[in-house]
């Protein structure tokens, strides 16, 4: 027993306390990502069979991509918390993972929405050749560090929380 301190099994008994609660909120926040990723995944499905029986596919399937790329980030986050609540490890891939889906989300309404920035003026158009520009670097920068990742041995992956 050390002096000025709790004794050991009273700091287990914390620690584990400590750990139930990490439980729970990983098993809320796991519960409302799952929910928010199906739900998500049904007002998708609902919106293209509106746009095919409407004949406006063609029209609605960038708004279309851009939601199923977000159930794709929803699930990534949602693996991490899986991964973050069986190992009580962080690992960086999904992460990585999210930020290169995000950034290639962005790329695909900014390229979209080219033909109305033509109309806005230069200056709209040169901001968003910059934001292009920026995000090429992100997403190639995003990809070299999934290759690093990668490379690790998978154990080193995680670290622990």
Known sequence: MRRGGPPADAREGVARAFTLVED???????????ASAI???ISSGISFVRSVLDGALAARVVGLLDQVLLVFMIVEILYTVQVSFREHALVPEPFLIVGLIAGIRRVLV??????????RGNDAFVHAMLELGLLTVMIVALVIALVLVRRRAPGAAAEKA
Do not use: C, I, K, P
Request: a negative charge; zero cysteines; proline letters at 0%.
């Open 24 to 34: 729970a909120v990983y098993l809320g926040v796991g519960l409302l990502l799952a």
């Open 39 to 41: 739900a998500l995944l």
């Open 110 to 119: 900014l390229t979209a929405e080219f033909g109305d920035l033509l109309e």
